[in-house]
Nanobody
């Protein structure tokens, strides 16, 4: 399995912003599709966003409806890092956020997470006043 490390979580007020990072040290992230997922207490894991490889592909991005227009996924290949910029945060965004790696492209059912083989340990995001 590939080792992924998330960071950037924390406590933020409603309407605030956070930027999560997903980094790898032993492999090139751009060879993989990277997904962000979240799991709130007592709820099932849900997909948030996915970015396909830009190495030979177009690096397409995908979002679930609940975060469209508020979250942005991106890559910094020089830093071997994938980011999730989260704006206009809501209390319902509170969850542990995980990044995961899949081979090359975000599949049509990426949001289910079943195709992702390697997962990070997660970072807590709490949106509360």
């Amino acid at each position: 399995q590939l080792q992924l490390v998330e960071s950037g979580g924390g406590l933020v007020q409603p309407g605030g912003s956070l930027r999560l990072s997903c980094a790898a040290s032993e492999f090139t992230l751009d060879y993989y599709a990277i997904g962000w997922f979240r799991q709130a207490p007592g709820k099932e894991r849900e997909g948030v966003s996915c970015i396909s490889s830009s190495d030979g592909s177009d690096g397409s991005t995908y979002y679930v409806d609940s975060v469209k227009g508020r979250f942005t996924i991106s890559r910094d290949n020089a830093k071997n890092t994938v980011y999730l910029q989260m704006n206009s945060l809501k209390p319902e965004d509170t969850a542990v956020y995980y990044c995961a790696a899949d081979t090359f492209l975000c599949g049509s059912s990426w949001y289910l997470g079943a195709d992702f083989d390697s997962w990070g340990q997660g970072t807590q995001v709490t949106v509360s006043s």
